[in-house]
């Protein structure tokens, strides 16, 4: 007997559960603990195999996009942390870049050395968050414990300087707010090295030959390099299927063009596969926060960008010069005017390529936003991957996808 | 006489704009002899309508009917592997149209080109899924955001908004806070449209503060018991200190901070 829709029941379950023939149809998520956030996955199942993957979005919906056209590109700013939660320093980076390009401006030297940094630490904080959850949803729950404690150091670092761990805002458009409180980069050297010794002797000592950990992820959620371009896979999804693309090194932006790292790539093109690659991207992001501390020494101490027309003037400018107070004033009320144009900027956050698409029609507020997120394109990419796999699985490939709603959903 | 506000856009707009204020634009640079561009824009031939660089990009304009054809030789003949994005801008209130672009990435160059093509209202465009499986994802968004039907797509159906939804949030003429479907969707879907007279439009307002609650909503200033009624104008209500001193801070001579 079928449920019957009724006022009680809203029809969007309008999916037959009781087939006649052997499949079985199941709800994975939203509220699954390992949907990450709010995926439903419906699921047609023929005993533990899957036959039809159906990825349902748009649970955690709060029209970003809608909203960056109601307002000023400054105001705008704090909003993008809640794109993807997890690295909210990415996001904000990615949408002052797409306004600077936009403009024509360029961040002073200490900023782009302090952006860099920020981007890095967030990329390493995003990894540790990828690893433990990943392996927790696999089944290792002591790496979920201490991936999250060398996580509350690095957050600790971004609550040192910015002073939120989650939502950082901690890029404005034209350089950074702040300079770097005292002390604050011997802090991050020893917290390298504790990444570095962690990541070699607790994490890959206890996954990498761990043979539980090889049987779940070996040959897991194969994806060739076609399909993985064919579905828009960036970042680790695509390098993990043996392409070797990274916008940091490819397009470079900030310093990136300036340091020394390798970029990872695995030929597998499986599970296992991209977690020996987030572990060795951890390693590299280390490896250029250590090269950012002596470079950081060189710099002018110059934080934003000098474009008066659309950047407020330093503190000390406003408080002592009329017209810095005048322009200041007019940038608050009314909002900075970027010209008339369109502007798409990629940069290589921890998931992927994110890119901010703006149309500018030279008023305070863009026409249009489009946040290109990478794991919405991961999402879809489940609908095909899926299929074939048996239920176990399924849970480490939306794992290794690495997906995050805020992103997805927007 | 009342300002007359348009209905065709009511998303944010300055409260003030310079009379002589004329807006400029990002420099569009010519595609140079001899570049990768060239050859691009030389492979599509009379399909481009217009072409320049803006940003380091490639900007291609062509004609919505040949989007399938140009993006076809773009990925077969030139390189272009991928699909990163796909979306559309409105421009209904100026033209009657929409902009569609889709932003395209070459790996061995390191290069991106955005094709642009414009459609009247109504019109549907050719689905790419057939080329690039990003589209899928992509084009549902499009078609939920700006209700853009696009022909040949495999499912096309709501994506971020339920599948019941009416109108698309994304359009010019959709405003910031959602309009009356969107306030009553809830209620009409659990209760029915007969139930929105008994529950009453302010019960619909996230940010209702009602005055005389004294069950929800405390009082800045004025301690008020709980669940009195206030209606008729409230009391004036001593304020009471506690009489016993837990911590007396004042009476020990003993220096806390040493610095002072």
């Known amino acids: ?316 400018e406003i408080m002592t010069q009329n017209y810095a107070l005048m322009q200041h004033f007019v940038l608050v009320t009314q909002g900075m005017r970027p010209p008339k144009g369109e502007v798409y900027v990629p940069t290589e956050s921890p998931k992927g390529e994110l890119g901010f698409y703006i149309k500018s029609e030279g008023e305070p507020y863009a026409y249009r936003l489009k946040c290109r997120a990478p794991s919405f394109f991961h999402t879809g990419l489940l609908q095909e991957i899926l299929v074939g796999t048996y239920i176990a699985d399924v849970v480490t490939i939306i794992g290794t996808t690495n997906i995050v709603f805020g992103e997805v959903d927007r | 006489m009342r300002k007359y506000t348009p209905k065709d856009n009511v998303q944010g707009k300055s409260y003030y704009t310079d009379r002589f204020w004329v807006a400029p634009r990002v420099p569009r640079e010519e595609v140079e002899e001899g570049s990768h561009f060239e050859t691009v824009v030389n492979a599509l031939g009379s399909q481009v309508k217009e072409s320049y660089i803006e940003v380091g990009q490639l900007v291609v304009h062509i004609d919505a009917s040949e989007n399938f054809a140009v993006i076809k030789t773009l990925r077969d003949e030139c390189g272009y592997k991928q699909c990163s994005e796909q979306s559309a801008v409105d421009y209904l209130a100026q033209d009657g149209e929409f902009e569609l672009f889709y932003q395209l990435l070459n790996h061995a160059e390191a290069k991106r080109v955005r094709v642009v093509c414009r459609i009247k209202k109504g019109e549907a465009i050719e689905s790419i899924v057939p080329l690039y499986k990003s589209a899928n994802f992509a084009e549902r968004e499009m078609y939920d955001m700006f209700g853009i039907k696009v022909n040949n797509h495999p499912f096309l159906k709501r994506i971020i908004m339920p599948d019941d939804w009416e109108g698309h949030p994304l359009l010019k003429t959709y405003p910031l806070h959602g309009d009356e479907f969107a306030s009553w969707y809830e209620v009409d879907k659990i209760f029915g449209k007969e139930y929105r007279d008994i529950i009453g439009p302010e019960n619909r307002d996230p940010a209702k503060v009602e005055r005389y609650d004294t069950k929800r909503f405390s009082r800045v200033g004025y301690e008020v018991p709980f669940g009195a009624d206030i209606s008729e104008g409230e009391k004036e209500q001593a304020i009471e200190y506690s009489e016993t001193i837990l911590v007396n801070y004042n009476a020990g001579t003993k220096q806390l901070d040493e610095r002072k």
Not at chain 1, 25 to 36: K, R, T
Not at chain 1, 147 to 160: I, K
């Open chain 1, 1 to 316: 007997m079928s449920q019957q829709p009724n006022k009680l029941t809203p029809f969007f379950e309008n999916l037959n559960f009781e087939r006649d023939d052997n499949t079985m149809v199941i709800n994975f998520g939203p509220q699954h603990p390992s949907a990450h956030g709010q995926l439903r996955l419906v699921l047609e199942l023929d005993g533990e195999q899957v036959v039809k993957a159906y990825p349902d979005i748009g649970y955690l919906h709060r029209g970003i996009e809608k909203m960056a056209e109601n307002m000023t590109y400054n105001e705008f700013l704090p909003t993008t942390d809640r794109l993807d939660y997890i690295a909210s320093t990415a996001n904000n980076y990615a949408y002052a870049l797409a306004v600077e390009k936009l403009l024509g401006i360029e961040a002073p030297r200490r900023a782009q050395v302090i952006r860099t940094m920020l981007l890095e630490l967030n990329r390493v904080i995003s990894h540790l968050f990828f690893l433990a959850t990943h392996a927790l949803d696999v089944g290792a729950m002591s790496v979920f414990l201490y991936a999250f404690r060398e996580r509350e150091y690095a957050m600790d670092l971004m609550e040192d300087y910015c002073g939120a761990r989650l939502t950082h805002s901690s890029v404005r458009i034209g350089g950074v707010p702040l300079d770097l409180p005292a002390g604050w980069l011997e802090n991050l050297a020893a917290f390298c090295d504790k990444v570095d010794y962690e990541v070699e002797h607790t994490y890959e000592a206890l996954l990498t030959e761990n043979r539980i950990w090889k049987m779940r992820l070996e040959d897991v959620g194969v994806i060739s390099a076609e399909e993985a371009l064919s579905w828009g896979c960036t970042g680790p999804m695509l390098r993990g299927s043996g392409v070797k693309y990274d916008i940091r090194k490819e397009e470079p932006y900030e310093l990136y063009s300036e340091l020394d790292f390798d970029i990872p790539v695995a030929e597998t093109c499986d599970s296992y596969g991209r977690y020996r690659l987030y572990m060795e991207e951890m390693k590299q992001s280390t490896r250029i926060l250590r090269q950012l501390i002596p470079m950081y020494k060189k710099t002018e101490p110059r934080l934003m960008a000098h474009a008066p027309q659309y950047i407020s003037a330093p503190k000390e």
